[in-house]
């Protein structure tokens, strides 16, 4: 089992930036893929970004692509969400996800199966 502890959310205005950190405790070696998560009202949860453990893949959503960057420190067992140009559509709930990859699958996102409880993003304009 993986427990997920997010934090950094908050709120910013546009052009502003946060960074959202998701630090992993647990069976992390069982998990080799970390995927950011958000959810905003009304609207079902997407996947934005998503890393191979060690950093072979990358991922992001092409709403996020030039602003967001996903990283790793895996001597702390943390995965980081810069986002960078913050605009007032990024506003939602950003969760961190972890899951078992084969073969590099990092967007099959319905295979993510351990989740944090999430960091509000708030962007005003």
């Known amino acids: 089992h993986v427990q997920l502890v997010e934090s950094g959310g908050g709120s910013v205005q546009a052009g502003g930036s946060l960074r959202l950190s998701c630090v992993a405790s647990g069976d992390t070696h069982s998990s080799n893929c970390m995927g950011w998560f958000r959810e905003a009202p009304g609207q079902e949860r997407e996947g934005v970004a998503a890393i191979t453990l060690g950093g072979q893949s990358k991922y992001y959503h092409r709403s996020v692509a030039g602003r967001f960057t996903i990283s790793q420190d895996l001597a702390k067992n943390t995965v980081y969400l810069q986002m960078d140009s913050l605009i007032p559509e990024d506003t939602a709930m950003y969760y961190c996800?972890?899951?078992?990859?084969?073969?590099?699958?990092?967007?099959?996102?319905?295979?993510?199966?351990?989740w944090g409880q999430g960091t509000q993003v708030t962007v005003s304009s």
């Open positions: 996800a972890a899951k078992t990859c084969v073969f590099g699958d990092i967007t099959t996102w319905a295979d993510y199966n351990y």
